[in-house]
């Protein structure tokens, strides 16, 4: 391994994935897309560097994590403020830096955000499973192997390249502030008719909590409830930002790790573009829901996934 580029794991922290950006068409086959809870971050990440699109990136959640670095490289990372550092010296959140052979990278604990994601010049080279390196541990796909998160000693391995002289950064104006309290717009969809205009109401009137019960499957709502429909339902294929509403009445918005199918009645739709930010979001912070207008968000996305190359 002397002639080969590569950082170590010493510490793998929370949970640390190797995430593109997901593989599709796979759903009849039970199988779900995975890839970057927060895709604006991950992007960004990737497109400072230069990168191609769908890289093998770094999804850090809940920081605690330490890399080794072997070989001299030039990363980037950006979301949420997990308190990086480079031989003890703070490093500009979405930024590129470059890192010496033998200096050790560090996450701390969230300042702002849950996740952050590293990237590096080419990508990290990992060997796809079903054409993608996205790690979906539940279906047992992705990473190094069978969808495990990185363990202590993984060795992360990269094309050699010559880094740049000067770091790069995101502009200011682009920066969200993952603290601040979430606003996400509902795509109403079929069954909502199914729903009482009480609990319609209740929806966008109601103030909701992010609760304890999170995760790259998806994010459960607390502190008001929505009455369900006194009707049972066929399971059915979900979308990605889908607002199901079980029996307790707490929504649920289902994110990238989510199941194929299922029954609960689902209100609506969360726009793609506000998912990014939900992603990011930590128990006990603000939610509230407002009626979007499809036309209009599907013009803001395919502006987006133009810019970044999708």
Known sequence: MNNEQFI?????????????????????????QGGPVDDYAYSWANHLLGNT????????TLGQAEFLIHSTCEMAIAGGDLGARLDGIP?????????LKGQRLTFGLPKNGLRSYLAITGGFLVSPQLGSAATVTRDQLGGLADGYPL??????????????ARSVQMTFRYK???????ELRLIEGYQVSDFSRDSINALYELEFDVSQLVSRMGYRLSGNQIAVPDKEYLSEGIALGSVQ?????????LLNDRQTIGGYPKIGCVAR???PRLAQAKPGQKVRFVRGDLLGLQDVWCQWARFFGY
């Open 8 to 32: 170590e794991v010493i510490k793998p922290g929370q949970q640390t994935l190797i995430q593109d950006f997901g593989r599709f068409g796979l759903a009849h086959y039970g199988i779900t």
């Open 53 to 60: 699109v769908n890289m093998p990136t770094l999804e850090i």
């Open 91 to 99: 490093l500009d959140n979405w930024s590129t830096f470059k890192a």
């Open 151 to 164: 363990s202590l000693g993984d060795v992360l391995k990269f094309t050699p390249h010559v880094p740049r």
């Open 176 to 182: 969200p502030d993952y603290n601040l309290p979430i």
């Open 245 to 253: 509403v079980p029996p307790n009445g707490e929504p649920i918005i």
């Open 273 to 275: 573009i506000d998912l």
